[in-house]
């Protein structure tokens, strides 16, 4: 409690010093988009009393399965997680924030209290703690005048200035997210766009690089709350969406994991392919992903993806290098004459069926179970990954089971497997079942139907969505 104290009075110190004239309490709820409280930071009193305390907001707001007869709830600020918000005028000050009870308590539902759970439900059970390296796909649409570089469409991967017209953009975002400590790997155009008589898209990506869960989200939210913040300083609209544009390539948020015991990355080959324990880790995701959809695709465009396919999955399999699977094992080779690498997740495994707008909180937390679950059920999982490598044989081969192409068939998946997420509490039941309501609620059962029979509707649907994430 006294080092809080020293550090509340630290940050205190660097307001006055600094001239800041707002503080604002940010916090991220289900949905992972950053929220705010704003207080004036004259009165050094209500500044130590704010971020000592925190303070009430309506939980109701932010939480599916919060009801409004009891919603009150506190934030209570992180002071380690403080940064300035390079965008608003006057000088402001973020200070990311934990939601508590109205008893003190970290808050049960809270989506960092169920990553915490499950982070250690593995460092229980296995002795073991994930990184997670994340590919944030997103295109920015403008209003052209014919001055672009016009080629062909989806041929976008890696162009530079003048055939990509936001390098400059995609540099800004870089170097904004290092000035609020958030750590990056690099930034490309990727493989979408096009152009009509109006408008233009490109689609980039930014790559960060490998931590915890708890640090990916933070992350991914601040990532994409620097990409719109510039893009409407600009003059541009940014779209996270899975596929805002139904013929090209839609929008993934492919997660690539490393597990780590005693500091060393588990994820190995060997000279005759990759490690039983590596192929126990696949078989364990495969295993959980038709239910992980629930939360890593979850809103309808997100299933137009997986029907309209552009190097995303279709099925339940993996594969090395193939960029077509839900799991692909990256090319881990390096150079003969390169220094042996410090890095610890230099071998990882690619989950590539999450995008953008997807729950993260709720998805790594979902991942870590599914790790654990692997390393937990050896011979089972690695029986389920031999059967659904796309290497293997035909005959070698299990049936093929496709992803879920509907909200209402990952709500199915989840309710089918929801065992496995609310075993010991990780999950509490009301947030899985706040969960299937909600994408129950999207009627879209009838999806592949209705993009052959009914265009105007998923036109308008895709319209819908265009700005969720």
Known sequence: ???????????????????????????IPEDGRLRALNFSASDKERLKDVLKFGERIDGSSVFSSIQPEKSDIYILPNIRN????PFVSPLTLNVLCDYYDEDGFPLLIA???ILARAEEKLRVSNKAELRTLVELEFYVVYRHDGSFLQTHPDKNYHQTTPFSKFEGFRNEVLLTLEEIGV??????????????????????????LPQTPMETVKAITLAKWVIRNICARQGFSVSFSPKPFLEHAGNGMHLHICVLKNGKNVIKGSSEGLTDETKQIVGGLLEFAPSLTAFANPIPPSYLRFIKRKESP????????????????????????????????????????????AKIYYL????VLAVNYGLENPKASLQYANGVN?????????????????????????????????????????VITATIEELKSFNDSRLGKRLADEPSWVAGMIDRFFNFG
Request: aromatic share 6%; net charge positive.
């Open 1 to 27: 409690m006294k080092q809080r104290e020293q550090a509340i009075d630290r940050l205190i110190r660097s307001i006055e010093e600094q001239k800041v004239k707002v503080l604002s309490l940010c916090h």
């Open 82 to 85: 403080a940064f300035l918000n």
């Open 111 to 113: 989506p960092r209290s």
């Open 183 to 208: 750590a990056t790997k690099y930034g490309h155009s990727e493989v979408g766009g096009g152009y009509n008589s109006n408008l233009a898209w490109e689609q980039h990506e930014i790559e960060l």
């Open 314 to 357: 279709a099925d339940i399999s993996w594969g090395i290098r193939n960029r077509t699977t839900l799991i692909r094992i990256p090319l881990w080779s390096r150079n003969p004459h390169e220094a042996p690498s410090r890095n610890a997740c230099r071998e990882t495994i690619e989950f590539r069926g999450s995008d953008p707008t």
């Open 364 to 367: 790594l937390a979902g991942i």
């Open 390 to 430: 796309v290497e293997k044989e035909p005959s070698e081969r299990g049936k093929r089971v496709l992803l879920p192409r509907s909200c209402s068939e990952a709500a199915t998946e989840l309710d089918k497997r929801r065992e496995l997420y609310e075993a010991m509490g990780v999950f509490p039941k009301g």
